[in-house]
């Protein structure tokens, strides 16, 4: 198959792709930003957060599991689709707690960032406010449950990366919650540590390193600088 014949349109542009790869790789190389939570390019895709969704062909799917094809017409922003990102973006912040202003995580929060691009202006619905731990046990990460979006990168990280299996998620539908593989349920009490991969990973403030918050003050930081869409294409100019 030649080189010409590996593209893919995405909301009219022309995207080239490297057979293999899904839509949502494909573009981020290109530079194309499609909304996204669940997605880490060094883990495997498995689609839970449904933001990546588009329309492709007429169907829709996740842009992070839809391998590439060429001729695929590919919609991702539409007025429908940013509308349903939108409400789902809605639905994660009043499930947690979230309170921006006073996270360690902000201006380096990926819901923070997607939130801010799609123009999500409010809540919506009303607050669960949750009751939730935070488990400060180890000495050198602080794990605060009530910023977990269940995204499970930390979950795959430690599992496939790490090899320790740490996290996990138990429960279902609402009860669905991020737990630690360790007699006490604390991660002092586990063999996890600050060099793992799985401390660096989490797109929100669930995970955070101690003794480090705001060295790098807020206004400085990455989506502070650059919008989540200006980053990727600033990312995929510095890949080149």
Excluded: W
Excluded at 70 to 75: A, K, S
Excluded at 147 to 164: A, N, W, Y
Aim: hydrophobic share 35%; proline share 6%.
């Amino acid at each position: 198959m030649s080189e010409i014949a590996n593209t893919f349109t995405l909301d009219g542009q022309i995207v080239h792709f490297t057979p293999g790869q899904t839509i949502l790789e494909a573009a981020l190389e290109a530079g194309l930003y499609i909304p996204h939570l669940c997605f880490n390019p060094e883990l495997k895709p498995h689609g839970s957060c449904k933001l990546c969704t588009v329309i492709v062909n007429g169907r829709s799917g996740s842009a992070c599991t839809i391998k590439a094809m060429p001729g695929q017409e590919v919609q991702s922003s539409t007025p429908e689709l940013d509308g349903r990102r939108r409400l789902q973006l809605q639905m994660i912040f009043v499930e947690g707690n979230h309170f921006c202003p006073g996270c360690e995580k902000s201006g380096n929060c990926k819901l923070q960032a997607v939130a801010y691009d799609l123009e999500m202006l409010n809540p919506h619905f009303p607050h669960f406010f949750p009751e939730r731990p935070i488990d400060a046990s180890h000495p050198d990460v602080m794990i605060d449950f009530n910023r977990c979006i269940l995204c499970e990168q930390c979950v795959q990280t430690s599992r496939d990366v790490d090899g320790k299996n740490i996290f996990a998620l138990a429960g279902r539908g609402m009860k669905s919650h991020l737990i630690i593989n360790s007699p006490s349920g604390k991660l002092g009490d586990t063999d996890f540590a600050l060099t793992d991969k799985a401390a660096h990973v989490c797109p929100v403030g669930a995970i955070l390193e101690k003794r480090v918050g705001y060295a790098k003050p807020i206004g400085e930081r990455i989506y502070d600088e650059k919008t989540i869409r200006e980053q990727v294409a600033a990312d995929a100019e510095g890949g080149l």
